[in-house]
């Protein structure tokens, strides 16, 4: 992406290419302050989502077929931060791609596969929730671990041929010019990806949770929470508050964005675009934060992970939604 320059020298990414980006010109102190700022957020991001992933994968009171799903959300944003988030803060901050064209095609099929993972994830949410809130007698037979995991595999299998196939299919490339990293999709791809990408998951989503208030609503004010079985169709109702925080912001983060580049050909300013990115990419560590603020669980895996007590013998036992120290 070619950036004015304040002086009439221009600075080219390649100078030794004719057809080379102009490059950005940042000074010294703005330069300095997004280096650090980028890197404390893919930091924090990675370090956020690996407690989630720890916490998960070590204690065996968590190996439920909702915290696998949780698992895989948190495995897909843990790769936003560690991969997506410093190449991209490299490509905002140098404003010039150095990377080369295969591991520019590279970067964005990954870049795909971790978006599409989200999302399959996400809808996946959605559909354990239904069936724990509006079928729960159904639930332990028909939600088990084996079969999420199978699941949540089979969605990431998809989302990496499919975002692969995509990359890989476009073979012309326009550049403005040498030094930066787009493709141009054709509009075959753009309408397949507009329904499998955003129409088709977002009205799963959203219709799902639609069901599943409406059905906890109606089981309140028929008085069967009062009933036998009530606090676990409770928690049930509370998990299903919870998750549908995380759906909502980030649907809320993800589908301006979406919108956006949709709508490429109209003269969108370079920040805003990047602003809408980059509170995209920030969603990945919001939600261990929403985890932490609403799972006492999560919170007590933290404290025996930070304290390094997850290497005592026998530790995965540990009933993690007990108050006392067992």
Not at 75 to 103: N, Q, S
Not at 243 to 260: D, T
Request: aromatic share 14%; hydrophobic share 50%.
């Amino acid at each position: 992406m070619a950036y004015e320059t304040e002086d009439h020298e221009n600075q080219y990414c390649f100078p030794a290419i004719n057809s080379s980006c102009i490059k950005g010109m940042r000074s010294r102190y703005e330069y300095n302050i997004m280096f650090v700022f980028f890197s404390l957020l893919s930091a924090w991001t990675v370090f956020l989502n690996l407690l989630v992933i720890i916490s998960i994968s070590h204690f065996k009171k968590l190996h439920t077929p909702t915290n696998l799903l949780i698992l895989s959300l948190a495995v897909a944003d843990m790769l936003v931060g560690l991969i997506v988030m410093p190449i991209e803060a490299t490509r905002l901050i140098e404003t010039c791609w150095y990377f080369g064209d295969t591991f520019c095609r590279l970067f964005l099929a990954m870049m795909g596969l971790l978006f599409s993972a989200s999302l399959s994830n996400l809808v996946l949410i959605a559909a354990d929730r239904f069936v724990a809130v509006c079928h729960p007698l159904l639930y332990p037979q028909k939600i088990t671990t084996t079969k999420t995991l199978i699941i949540v595999s089979l969605c990431w299998f998809c989302s990496s041929a499919y975002n692969t196939g995509m990359v890989t299919s476009i073979s012309h490339k326009k550049y403005a010019c040498y030094g930066e990293c787009t493709i141009m999709v054709t509009s075959d791809w753009t309408v397949i990806d507009l329904f499998l990408s955003f129409l088709i998951p977002c009205t799963l989503i959203i219709t799902l949770y639609l069901r599943i208030f409406y059905v906890a609503h109606q089981q309140v004010k028929s008085g069967k929470c009062v009933m036998e079985g009530s606090v676990r169709r409770k928690s049930e109702s509370k998990a299903a508050l919870t998750l549908g925080i995380i759906v909502a912001i980030h649907l809320l983060c993800w589908i301006p964005y979406y919108i956006l580049t949709l709508t490429e050909n109209t003269a969108i300013p370079p920040t805003i675009l990047y602003c809408l990115i980059w509170v995209f990419y920030v969603n990945s560590c919001v939600n261990p934060l929403i985890y932490a603020l609403f799972y006492p669980w999560f919170r007590k895996s933290i404290k025996y992970i930070l304290t390094l007590r997850i290497f005592q013998p026998a530790s995965s036992r540990v009933n993690i939604f007990t108050n006392h120290h067992s």
